[in-house]
């Protein structure tokens, strides 16, 4: 996978105090120069979580017999970077470099150490140690995999683990083993596929006298500078727009910290929450409570179940295929904007262009195409998610619980852009999940899935053609000629539904692509509301979860329809 940057990569290291710091090139605390992290883009670090912590400790012990505390590795300031992957894949940072990454797979997770972790762990390791004799270490320095003839021990290692490869009292390479231990000396073929290489001397431990709190205080100024910034952007934006002004939340650390700034700001605002019912209890709560705390009143919408039948309609969402966004978020939200902001809003998200190619190249102020009035700013466009966790952890915010339980964003329990390393999280936390398992399991044995299409998050991946459903047209005339009225005077016969140079026949056989989407439309209404907040002139409200259309102030520009999601996906 290539390189993905989607913004500078900020994060530097004080040598001596041991510390991250974000961008500054001396340390303001001992004043001593700091040097770059070298790790992947787009390099969105985060402060370990707790879930974080207790995993590495888990993997060291099943994988090498070794605690975090016999190496010193519960000391000092680790950091979390997630790195594009074909699952999820989190580096972990500490003492000026990457020292492993924690990948899941789908025999679950496995740790993978950098030399300068695996020099620590040798010391004390019980298995996944392979001892070569000086004359092979030379060619695995030199870029060469471990060939078996070169093995002088390799207990209690079996093919697929990841192994520490040591010569003398040097390691010198990690990898993964091709065979097991007790077949490797006097064999022939390869004994471990190496990784990474490098000479580094067995120690006892890699303990750090840095910490979080002297972390904080290394970079407090440069936070608060960038908020600072961030504040007289909210105030510059408020006084180039004559709109009352919102916060779009949603129980993440981003809307979290947007909320606060805005805050800060010293204007009146409310927040606005859509809560899809796909979300976590928890998230509701954090979401009560950050207003709460604020003082700031709270308008929320409901999308009910629209999400779960919209599944009868669009079939299972996936990355390239998210019309649940359409109907279960921006369909309340445009409702609930509507309803409350009739003449338009300026309404501050939490977008940062770290998240992705799209939200990178959209700037700091916009308009949302799918809600009719929003202008859309955010004061967080260009931070990092470092920056944003510094923030939260300088002015004692709190955040939702599901961060310390290891997911990097909070949002949807089943969103379609989770890894499976997401979902297992999930599983095993949130016992609603286990509806959506039946659904899955259900419809992967309806279209003759394999197992790991719904285990392994196959289903998120990528809509599969036959996957995205194909509703019959059924010609129903107390329905389609509603949706009809958009393109043009109706006129029902017995040979169909006709408006402008549209229609459908009474066989059920759309005279068109336009007919073909205003009868689906008509049919397959959600009622999400997204067309009602388009309609420029008002002539489209929702009446008993459906849209009615008034043809007395409906001028026909068919606005409605590209924003409708089911004509937009089906």
Known sequence: MGRVMLGAMRLRWCPACDIPVIKLRECPLCASRTRPVKHTPPGDVAPASLWHTRKLDDLLIQQYGVSSSQIGLDTGVLLVNPCPHVDRLDEIIGRGSVLASMEHT????????????????????????????????????????????????????????????KSGDHIIAVGTARMDGKDMPGSRGMAV???????????????SSGTLDMALQANRKYIREISERAVRFIRETLSRHDLPAVVSVSGGKDSLVTAHLVKRAGTDFACVFADTGLEFPETVEHVRQVCSELGVPLHTEHAGDAFWRGLEVFGPPARNYRWCCKVAKLGPLARLLKRQYPGGVLTFVAQRRYESYQRMGKGAVWENPWIRGQLAASPVQNWSALEIWFYILIHGLRPNIWYSRGLHRVGCFLCPSSDAGDLEIVREHFPGYARWLRYLESYAREMGYPSEWVHGAGWCVKAKKEQRSNPRIEYRPELLENAFRVAGEVRVDEDGIWAGDTGIRSDGTPLNKLGEKLALRGMYCLGCGVCASQCPHDAITLEDGRFRVDPERCVHCLECVEYCPVSFFM
């Open 193 to 207: 596929k190496v990784r990474w290489y490098e000479r580094m001397k067995i120690i006892r431990d890699i303990r």
């Open 106 to 165: 789908s025999g679950g997770w496995v740790l993978k150490p950098r030399p300068h972790l695996a020099s620590a762990v040798a010391c004390w390791a019980s298995k996944g140690i392979v001892e070569a004799d000086p004359g092979a270490a030379e060619g695995v320095l030199s870029g060469a995999n471990l060939m078996a003839p070169g093995v002088v021990d390799a207990q209690n290692v079996r093919k697929g683990d990841q192994v520490i490869v």
